[in-house]
């Protein structure tokens, strides 16, 4: 997580080289009309970034005649972070910590590239326990994950602890459609597919009994992996469809799945 510092200036137009190689600027201004709009950025490093703010109050402990700073930088929290798959399908994180501070709990970030996107997975902040454990039981076969654990600190604000981690899961990835939940449905239900390799674009769409397609629910390009579809019950005109047993088929690079789903008004 980025710190973030915020510079006033009050007095005199005035530049500050800061530690060796003038790792940053400080400018100041000679009175808060001067200066540029709050927010506006005018100095940063590798650690943190200062920009013009007008009003106070002032918290820092740095300031003269000609300027003053409030916020501090945040200590990133040093620690340890690993990933192995214990089990078929069952990644297991483990963690340390080298002081739990000002940490309330963790969360668990996924994505399938080393920059992200990142999801959290657990729902709940899990407790501020070192070491810690958590198991990633929705991975699937032949596939590349990154893993990022964050620190929910006081104030709510996430500091990552290590660095992200990367796993690659036993297995081969197959092309398949899954069952849909819940089947019988009312309200919707979820559909989950695998997908072997990038594809220009799938195919997967709803039938009624008579073979007509009544819903197109995918037919973007996709990444491989896993993905999930919702249905709602209604048809490619937004009208809810009547009750009864229709299918769905899955087509993607020579492969085709079907199930079977029934809905309930």
């Known amino acids: 997580m980025k710190a973030k510092c915020v510079a006033l200036a009050l007095v005199a137009l005035l530049v500050f080289a800061l530690s060796a190689g003038a790792a940053f600027e400080l400018r100041t ?19 943190f970034e200062m920009v013009s703010r007008t009003g106070g109050p002032f918290v820092g402990s740095a300031q003269s005649a000609s300027f003053a700073l409030w916020g501090c930088s945040v200590t990133p929290v040093e620690g340890a972070f690993v990933a192995m798959e214990t089990e078929p399908l069952t990644v297991t994180l483990r963690w340390t910590v080298e002081s ?16 992200g996107p990142f999801e959290k997975l657990n729902e709940d902040v899990l407790p501020p326990f070192s070491p810690g454990v958590y198991e990633d039981t929705t991975v699937w076969p032949g ?3 990154w893993y990022e654990l964050r620190g929910v600190l006081g104030d709510g604000s996430e500091d990552i602890v290590g660095e992200p981690v990367m796993l690659r899961t036993d297995g081969t990835l197959v092309t398949r459609l899954y069952n849909a939940s819940p089947n ?9 597919l695998d997908v072997a390799s990038a594809s220009r674009g799938i195919s997967l769409r709803i039938y ?18 896993r993905h999930t579809v919702t249905w709602n019950g209604t048809n490619d005109r ?19 799945e079907t199930g079977r789903l029934v809905y309930l008004r």
């Open 29 to 47: 201004w000679s009175t808060t009309a001067a200066a540029p709009a709050d927010g506006g950025s005018h100095a940063s490093s590798a650690s």
């Open 143 to 145: 596939s590349t994950f």
């Open 208 to 225: 009624d009994i008579t073979g007509r397609v009544v819903k197109a629910l995918h037919t973007d390009a996709v990444r491989p992996g």
């Open 184 to 192: 019988p449905f009312s309200d919707g239900t979820v559909i989950q």
């Open 100 to 115: 739990l501070g000002d940490i309330s709990g963790f969360n668990i970030y996924r994505a399938w590239a080393e920059d």
């Open 238 to 256: 937004g009208q809810r469809v009547a009750s009864g047993v229709y299918f769905m088929a899955l087509e993607a690079a020579g492969v085709r």
